[in-house]
């Protein structure tokens, strides 16, 4: 399904449309784009058509376009949710190269953990990322994700073998979180 429009303070994520497509199909084709990626090849606009289409149905899956001043830099979703066990997987891409390292991707992670606990119910989030990807890694941490493991020479790229880190929050714990910080604006403000 696509998910609804959601605003932070400088991002707003919303359902992709036709004219997004074409941008994963450049973000795709582009090595530092994917080098922290499962996809290896970029796909063809068809793919991408077919794609949308696929998570438009979709009962397990919600996918939004991420985008800066109206225009889209990335996308991120919540995957294989798993209804009865109240789970799923995430993942956040920002695509445009010019918008890395500006917190893009943490407002993007808050936003969307936010949305999965309070208003899709759900109890946990997983989400993983190459060992190296620091600044992913990051960002999951600040939207309360912790490590729970790593997958050891889990993913082959660049003709060696790399470790995949691991990572979940509950609701529980996103909820204290989000509590101690709003206390500490309270303090300050």
């Not at 499962?38 to 939004?64: C, M, N, Y």
């Not at 997983?126 to 939207?143: D, T, V, Y």
């Given at each position: 399904m696509l998910g609804p429009i959601l605003e932070a303070s400088r991002i707003r994520v919303e359902p992709p449309r036709p004219e997004h497509l074409s941008r994963f199909v450049t973000w795709f084709s582009e090595p530092e784009v994917t080098r922290y990626?499962?996809?290896?090849?970029?796909?063809?606009?068809?793919?991408?058509?077919?794609?949308?289409?696929?998570?438009?149905?979709?009962?397990?899956?919600?996918?939004?376009?991420v985008e800066v001043g109206g225009r889209a830099i990335g996308a991120t979703g919540i995957h294989q949710i798993d209804w009865v066990n109240a789970n799923a997987m995430t993942g956040t891409i920002i695509g445009e190269k010019t918008e890395w390292r500006k917190g893009y991707g943490s407002e993007v992670m808050a936003l969307r953990t936010a949305h999965a606990?309070?208003?899709?119910?759900?109890?946990?989030?997983?989400?993983?990322?190459?060992?190296?990807?620091?600044?992913?890694?990051?960002?999951?941490?600040?939207?309360?994700?912790?490590?729970?493991?790593v997958s050891r020479e889990d993913i082959w790229r660049d003709g060696r073998w790399h470790d995949h880190w691991l990572c979940e929050v509950l609701r529980s714990d996103w909820e204290?979180?989000?509590s101690h910080s709003d206390q500490q604006a309270d303090q300050a403000g």
């Open positions: 990626l499962a996809r290896i090849f970029p796909p063809s606009l068809q793919e991408e058509q077919d794609f949308l289409k696929r998570i438009g149905e979709s009962k397990t899956d919600v996918f939004w376009m606990f309070r208003q899709m119910n759900l109890h946990k989030l997983k989400s993983s990322a190459f060992m190296e990807n620091g600044p992913s890694k990051r960002a999951l941490q600040k939207a309360g994700f912790r490590e729970v493991g204290r979180s989000v």
